[in-house]
């Protein structure tokens, strides 16, 4: 069965600073991966998405990640972290059947970032 | 045009009542979800439906009944829950999983559903 791992259900920073939000994922065959971000109150958006085209994969609001397969890794990272984007973060894969996908989903990271 | 759309936006219930929640999207998907999401946690899957067809029934107590009318529709009617059953309830979907689509579910704002 596929599992995510998400390290650091709790993540702070200063504004401007770095964003590293880690995701180790568990899958027999090559995975399609996802970050996701809920913000307060709301549904969970699509940040990014791993489908095996590029290992380095950009996203909304100036987001990446990238896949590590010898290290079955998928961290996500911003260079400068801005007050809107404090929320909580879900790293997901997905796992086939038939006519739908099931997301498999971390636990998830809060992202706090400070003025 | 991305967007799943959830009705109503709140929702306060006795344990006695009926109601339901209603998610509607037009992106042709024929994969829908039900989710269950209690504060801190990751949505739990309650519910698949692929064609209109219930796919997935994940051990849900048969206080929710889900509904698939259409391709486009998704309700989840509610009776005679409990307080432990408040929770943030969200719908998603997604397209064929067959045909090379990526697996990516689009999640609708959700319902938030609080029960005295």
């Known amino acids: 069965a596929q599992s995510v791992t998400q390290l650091g259900s709790h993540v702070s920073v200063s504004e401007g600073a770095l964003v590293l939000l880690r995701c180790n994922y568990s899958s027999s065959v090559p995975p399609y991966l996802f970050w996701y971000v809920q913000y307060p109150n709301q549904g969970l958006q699509l940040l990014l998405k791993?489908?095996?085209?590029?290992?380095l994969v950009k996203g909304i609001n100036g987001f990446e990640a990238e896949f590590k397969k010898s290290e079955t890794s998928f961290h996500l990272t911003k260079p400068s972290a801005h007050m809107s984007d404090a929320a909580e973060y879900f790293c997901?894969?997905?796992?086939?059947?038939?006519?739908?996908?099931?997301?498999?989903f971390g636990a998830g990271t809060r992202l706090a970032v400070h003025p | 045009d991305t967007e799943v759309t959830q009705t109503p936006k709140h929702l306060v219930m006795g344990m006695t009542n009926k109601k339901s929640l209603k998610c509607e999207q037009h992106m042709g998907h024929r994969a829908m979800y039900w989710y269950k999401q209690k504060a801190k946690k990751p949505p739990e899957l309650m519910f698949v439906?692929?064609?209109?067809?219930?796919?997935i029934n994940e051990s849900v107590p048969s206080r929710f009944s889900p509904e698939c009318p259409n391709s486009s529709l998704l309700n989840l009617h509610l009776h005679a829950l409990q307080p432990e059953d408040s929770a943030l309830y969200l719908c998603?979907?997604?397209?064929?999983?067959?045909?090379?689509?990526?697996?990516?579910?689009?999640f609708g704002p959700g319902t938030r559903l609080t029960v005295t």
């Open positions: 439906y692929s064609y209109e067809k219930l796919s």
């Open positions: 998603a979907s997604s397209q064929d999983a067959r045909g090379g689509a990526t697996g990516e579910q689009y």
């Open positions: 791993y489908t095996s085209a590029a290992t």
């Open positions: 997901a894969v997905s796992e086939a059947s038939g006519g739908y996908n099931k997301l498999i």
